[in-house]
Nanobody, 125 residues
């Protein structure tokens, strides 16, 4: 089992920045990749970014490329999402997830095995 706890959400003005953190614990040695998803009100949860735990290789959803950066600290078992140039449409609950199966690039919810409780990000215009 892997437990995940997110933090760092909040209210920010458009153009501002936030950094989300996700601390993992438990059987973290089994982590293949970590990812961030988000769910806006009335919408389905969507992929934001993913990072391969061993290599650091990362992938992003098109709308966040160039604005968001996913990173990880293996020693701290923590994954981060640095969000710059935030827009009102980035408003959502952001979820951290961990996948333990080597399925290539993990961009769908079903590829992930463990989830955090979510952290709210609100961007005002």
């Amino acid at each position: 089992q892997v437990q995940l706890v997110e933090s760092g959400g909040g209210l920010v003005q458009a153009g501002g920045s936030l950094r989300l953190s996700c601390v993992t614990s438990g059987r973290t040695s089994s982590t293949y990749a970590a990812g961030w998803f988000r769910q806006a009100p009335g919408k389905e949860r969507e992929f934001v970014a993913t990072i391969r735990w061993s290599s650091g290789l990362s992938y992003y959803e098109d709308s966040v490329k160039g604005r968001f950066t996913i990173s990880r600290d293996n020693a701290k078992n923590t994954v981060y999402l640095q969000m710059n140039s935030l827009k009102p449409e980035d408003t959502a609950i952001y979820y951290c997830a961990v996948g333990v199966r080597p399925l290539g690039v993990l961009m769908t919810q079903s590829q992930y095995d463990y989830w955090g409780q979510g952290t709210q990000v609100t961007v005002s215009s």
